[in-house]
């Protein structure tokens, strides 16, 4: 029952890496959002829903 309880989470270190690796993945995708072809992309969907011509 011990053993059990002990591997329940994750220890300081396997969660300081967790933790790295989601803002690091998160500033990517910031990045690829951000873009001027992303924004562009997103904009003229935008005027075409709203126009309503897909």
Do not use: N, P
Not at 24 to 31: C, D, E, P, S, W
Request: positive net charge.
């Amino acid at each position: 029952m011990r053993t059990a309880r002990r591997d329940a989470g994750m220890v300081s270190a396997e969660y300081a890496v967790g933790l790295i690796a989601a803002v690091g993945f998160a500033g990517l995708l910031f990045q690829v959002v951000t873009s001027d072809v992303v924004q562009s992309a997103l904009q003229s969907l935008v005027a075409k829903a709203l126009h309503g011509s897909f």
